[in-house]
């Protein structure tokens, strides 16, 4: 097939253009933390088309603009732009996330090589364990009344 010089050359140009516009840029913050650092990623990026159809995947396309608690007035902010073929959207958060925030995240944050990073909000500890063994000497007076005697052996069997 032979294609006009001219008309590739406008071909190329669109196709340029409509790259040139394409982006992801995400920031995610603690709102009383550090200035929080932004990730963009561009059709440049290594993988641009497997980030871009995995987040359509996620269904980042029916995300609302906003989402917010009222109730809580510091924590975690959250911005998400996408300018992209299939995909269009500019939604951002406070204290509260779309379906999906997590995976979304972390695509976006993998395919900057972020994924390693250490979650501003630690882990739970893990809940303390009762102990379930008693051992050692109880000293009981013949003096007690039985009632006194039986709750102190209630108190040690819980």
């Known amino acids: 097939m032979i294609i006009d010089p001219e008309l590739a050359l406008k071909l190329r140009d669109a196709a ?13 913050f603690d709102i009383l933390g550090p200035p929080p650092e932004e ?9 641009w088309p497997e980030v871009v159809k995995k987040l359509s995947g996620l269904g980042v396309e029916t995300w609302e603009a906003s ?9 975690h ?5 996408i300018q992209a073929a299939k ?7 406070s204290n509260a996330y779309p379906p999906n925030f997590e995976a979304v995240k972390e695509v976006i944050e993998g395919a900057a090589g972020r994924s390693d990073r250490i979650d501003p909000v630690p882990p ?10 008693f051992q050692g000497t109880v000293m009981l007076s013949a003096d007690r ?9 209630e108190a040690i069997v819980e």
């Open 87 to 93: 995909i269009s959207l500019q939604s951002s958060g």
């Open 39 to 47: 990730i963009v990623l561009t059709p440049s990026s290594e993988n």
């Open 67 to 75: 989402y917010s608690e009222l109730n809580v007035l510091d924590g």
């Open 124 to 133: 739970k500890p893990p809940a303390e364990e009762k102990p379930t063994r």
């Open 77 to 81: 902010g959250w911005s998400l732009t």
């Open 16 to 28: 340029a253009q409509t790259t040139q516009n394409e982006v992801i840029r995400f920031v995610s």
């Open 145 to 153: 009344p039985a009632r006194d005697t039986h709750q102190i052996v």
